[in-house]
């Protein structure tokens, strides 16, 4: 594997009334992408067989995790156990990273 870098912010484009996900990096120490939600969109109750990070870089929206309501604001960083259900919420155009590992 090679050291590599990116400028995140460089990457952020909302679509209007939509949600993007671009793939930033695939290799063995996990999947890295970069999600942008508009306002006013979300995405429903769903699970993933892998753990995962999920870092805010812009934004506000509400993530529901196991039923524990989290603020996605700037710099929040969620820890998410694999097969753990959650929803999340745009109130305002939000990005952020989201890794996904097997652990």
Same mark, same amino acid.
């Given at each position: 594997? @090679?050291? &590599?870098?990116?400028?995140? @912010?460089? !990457?952020?484009? =909302?679509?209007? $009334?939509?949600?993007?996900? @671009?793939?930033?990096? @695939?290799?063995?120490?996990?999947? %890295?992408?970069? /999600?942008? !939600? #508009?306002? $006013?969109?979300?995405? #429903?109750? +769903? &699970?993933?067989?892998? *753990?995962?990070?999920? =870092? %805010? ?5 509400? /993530?529901?995790?196991? $039923?524990?309501?989290?603020? !996605?604001?700037? $710099?929040?960083?969620? %820890?998410?156990?694999?097969? *753990? %259900? +959650?929803?999340?919420? *745009?109130?305002?155009?939000? #990005? /952020? ?7």
């Amino acid at each position: 594997m @090679k050291n &590599t870098w990116k400028n995140i @912010k460089e !990457m952020i484009t =909302y679509p209007e $009334g939509g949600i993007t996900s @671009k793939v930033i990096e @695939k290799n063995e120490l996990g999947d %890295v992408t970069l /999600f942008c !939600m #508009s306002g $006013g969109t979300s995405i #429903s109750d +769903h &699970t993933s067989t892998k *753990a995962g990070y999920i =870092y %805010v870089i812009e934004g506000k929206g509400t /993530f529901i995790l196991e $039923g524990e309501k989290i603020e !996605m604001t700037p $710099g929040t960083l969620i %820890v998410m156990r694999s097969n *753990a %259900v +959650h929803s999340l919420s *745009a109130q305002e155009n939000t #990005s /952020f990273i989201l890794l996904l590992r097997d652990i």
